[in-house]
């Protein structure tokens, strides 16, 4: 039978308010007591009831974390940022994969409303006025990752997108492209993988660049989009270069130019988004824009425990910073 706080308040000899100050931090115990009490716990492997410490404190120590696909390989990154501030405070996470189905998300937002989590960090692939609605009426505290909430309604920790892909797509042009294709999602999405197909719009127009639209793909971020797309622009001319949303875009495309005996960089140069392991090894190896995955995930997770314990934020919309990874993949 497992132990009891009980238990543990006869084996150290106090009494069981006394464990409870020790297993709840309350620095009213003496020094010499917290050790017997944690000795204690350590001999019976003493593990709190946490349905009925939660009843009293009203909080889990429990944190949900949403993202989209888990197979995409930023998302892991920035979850493993999450969790290793998440340990630091003894928070548990409860992870949750949507496969980017809004039905899919609204229902494990209830589950974890449902579990008593103390809040959640939320990804997306497409941030639904639905998914937001929803977070306000069950008013479970969120912080966003990756993307901003219009009018800025919800703390959140991102990029700017917009920016980045400006720059990644000046870049191009630098190089003396002029038929720069797009390969991503369609601007009116409301996410991150969006604003990036503004930046590569504006850019065009800045440099004096007449957008054509022959030389965009809308699709996911997954290496398949990036070779259909390919094979879809091309049948329309030929391109200088390809703007790609994901590094796993630009992967599928460079390997469509490659079956098509199209060289990258000699002939179509190729630029990525976001930096993940893959893109330092593959070949070319990727020039890509760098998102701080890990960075994006730990501020998220301490914005969202100072949230949590009613403690001010510095920031309600952190925006960090991002820089190219010059490769192999432009020439």
């Not at 991150?192 to 022959?214: F, H, M, Q, S, T």
């Amino acid at each position: 039978m497992a132990a009891s706080i009980k238990d543990v308040a006869k084996l150290a000899g106090v009494s069981i308010a006394t464990v409870s100050r020790v297993l709840n931090n309350v620095d009213v115990v003496n020094d010499d007591t917290k050790k017997k009490v944690q000795d204690a716990i350590q001999a019976l492997n003493y593990r709190p009831n946490i349905v009925a410490r939660s009843l009293k404190t009203q909080k889990t120590k429990t944190i949900g974390i949403l993202i989209p696909d888990i197979s995409n390989q930023f998302y892991p990154e920035v979850v493993r940022g999450a969790e290793d501030v998440a340990n630091i405070y003894d928070y548990n996470i409860i992870l949750c994969n949507s496969d980017t189905d809004l039905d899919k998300e609204k229902e494990y937002i209830k589950v974890l409303k449902e579990k008593m989590v103390d809040g959640m960090l939320y990804m997306s692939s497409q941030l639904d006025p639905e998914i937001l609605d929803l977070i306000d009426e069950l008013e479970l505290k969120t912080v966003l990752v990756e993307t901003k909430a219009p009018g800025k309604k919800h703390p959140s920790v991102t990029i700017d997108n917009r920016k980045a892909a400006y720059d990644a797509t000046k870049y191009l042009i630098d190089k003396g492209n002029k038929r720069i294709a797009y390969i991503g999602m369609k601007k009116d999405r409301k996410n991150a993988v969006a604003k990036r197909y503004e930046g590569y719009e504006k850019a065009l127009k800045d440099n004096g660049i007449e957008l054509d639209p022959d030389l965009l793909y809308y699709g996911d971020t997954k290496a398949p989009a990036g070779y259909k797309g390919i094979n879809v622009i091309l049948e329309n001319g030929s391109i200088d270069a390809v703007f790609c949303a994901s590094d796993e875009i630009a992967m599928g495309a460079i390997n469509a130019l490659r079956d098509k005996g199209i060289k990258c960089p000699e002939e179509v140069d190729v630029i990525g988004f976001n930096d993940i392991y893959e893109a330092s090894i593959f070949y070319p190896k990727i020039t890509t824009v760098a998102q701080p995955m890990y960075d994006m995930g730990s501020v998220g997770m301490r914005m969202l425990i100072k949230i949590i314990n009613n403690k001010p934020l510095d920031e309600e919309q952190y925006e960090l910073q991002y820089h190219l990874v010059e490769r192999d993949s432009v020439k």
